[in-house]
């Protein structure tokens, strides 16, 4: 692989061959040693080949193998010439991280933190398959997947200020539910208000440092104080949605030879025009299912604080494409323009937006803020957390569940879990460091440090 140092913590794969772009990775030396383990590499040069892409095929500090694009992607493309790809958002369409604040400090959870993340663990049902403890129709099912959060806030889960705090307000569109399939909406219509399994988690967290006071004052965080992250998505629909298209798209317009994963439609088609209102659907579903699971945290710390005040910090899409204007260099002149830019793994870095990159379990959490720098060199982009470097049959087969929630004991964080195997496939130790993927976003100037977070009690599913 050609590999070039540009400048501290970016390298380019020049463009060669089938690439109609050059790739960037944003890494540290030590990072793209993890980076270089995999397939990351090739896929960056292989997303570079697809019709319309814009500037670079970029991938972030926490990039590693994924379906198609690395997880980490980045890429922009032309509306009337590039291509949408399931393989550039990922079969978890808006799997994405809620941050809550709290009134709470540390001293007031203390004593309670172990039977607070339990009955948090009874109330937000989790792990592969589970239930929701909703009963909808289809018929409701289809207004969530137009409404998004606004249809949980309707129905009493949560407040009308909660939709201020969120990525467009906790909805995106078009989003037609007839472009979404029948078995996409049976998947999904018995796990709305449900976290998930996998890397999904919820967390409770204590502010342990301060890196901007100016911006953390403004985002509503300080020292010592409580606060809530929920990491899931759009459950069993999203998925079948990602699996309808792929389909539907490799039917219609065959795959590309040098990635059948990367199969895609035109922008413009109609097939294309299909997929992206199915995509807005799931991830509507997905901010709908995390409003319902803010809405239960809610409640729970009523039980134990009935003065607690729990506010959304952000909420923020990792897996997603997006209609976005952006300055580009068209025929030697840069102006502004909109395109489609696609998100795997990746988070919206816009100015003065808060980011959200959450650690591995029992590492830290970032909050960070978008930059002008990140419109510059990513459309607005950084890492989305801090990326595997060991897969999770590597990891089940290194460590046990047993042993990972003795070692988060030992740290004095305690552990709610629906399996000892997820516990094992989420070890800490599968991810790379989580400080040097934030450390390499500061430096870049893609996402500038505003608060640590460390975790007190994890629920996993």
């Not at 799997?95 to 540390?106: A, E």
């Not at 999203?238 to 065959?254: P, R, T, W």
């Not at 590492?363 to 060199?377: N, P, R």
Request: aromatic share 8%; hydrophobic share 35%; net charge positive.
């Amino acid at each position: 692989m050609n590999l070039k140092k540009i400048s501290s913590n970016i390298w380019e794969i020049p463009q060669e061959g089938e690439m109609n772009v050059p790739g960037r990775i944003f890494a540290s030396e030590k990072l793209i040693e993890d980076i270089k383990q995999d397939n990351t590499l090739e896929q960056v040069k292989n997303v570079a080949k697809l019709p319309g892409i814009i500037g670079y095929s970029m991938a972030c500090p926490d990039a590693h193998c994924g379906y198609g694009f690395p997880i980490g992607g980045v890429a922009g493309f032309d509306l009337d010439k590039g291509v949408i790809s399931p393989g550039g958002v990922g079969y978890d369409i808006d799997c994405s991280v809620r941050l809550l604040k709290t009134n709470l400090f540390f001293k007031d959870l203390k004593d309670k933190k172990k039977e607070i993340i339990h009955s948090l663990f009874r109330a937000v049902p989790s792990g592969v398959g589970r239930g929701s403890n909703i009963q909808i129709t289809y018929k409701d099912l289809d207004e969530v997947l137009k409404k998004g959060a606004k249809w949980a806030v309707e129905k009493g889960y949560g407040i009308k200020e909660d939709l201020k705090h969120l990525e467009e307000n906790g909805y995106l569109s078009p989003a037609n539910p007839e472009d979404v399939s029948k078995k996409a909406k049976q998947r999904g219509i018995g796990q709305l208000g449900t976290l998930g399994a996998g890397n999904h988690f919820l967390e409770i967290q204590v502010v342990d440092e301060i890196f901007n006071k100016e911006i953390a004052k403004k985002f509503g965080l300080e020292k010592d104080q409580i606060c809530i992250m929920v990491h899931c998505g759009s459950r069993g629909l999203g998925h079948q949605v990602a699996s309808d298209y792929i389909e539907l798209m490799e039917k219609q317009y065959g795959y590309p030879k040098f990635d059948r994963e990367l199969v895609n439609a035109p922008i413009k088609s109609e097939l294309g025009k299909k997929y992206f209102s199915a995509m807005n659907c799931a991830a509507n579903f997905a901010f709908a299912n995390k409003q319902i699971i803010s809405h239960w945290i809610r409640k729970q710390l009523e039980h134990y604080f009935p003065q607690v005040k729990v506010d959304v910090v952000y909420e923020v899409c990792h897996n997603i494409a997006k209609i976005e204007e952006h300055i580009i260099e068209v025929n030697g002149k840069k102006e502004k323009k909109k395109i489609l830019v696609m998100r795997k793994g990746a988070t919206r870095a816009f100015p003065n937006q808060p980011v959200l990159i959450p650690g591995s379990m029992g590492t830290a959490s970032y909050v960070l803020v978008g930059t002008e720098k990140a419109m510059e060199l990513t459309f607005g982009s950084t890492a989305h957390g801090a990326g595997r470097i060991k897969s999770r049959t590597s990891a089940r087969k290194s460590t046990s569940g047993e042993d990972v929630k003795k070692q988060l004991n030992e740290k004095g964080i305690d552990v709610e879990a629906g399996s000892w195997k997820g516990l094992s496939e989420e070890a800490p130790q599968m991810y790379k460091d989580i400080d040097e993927v934030v450390k390499v976003s500061h430096e870049v100037g893609i996402g500038s440090l505003v608060a640590r977070l460390k975790p007190i009690a994890v629920m996993k599913g």
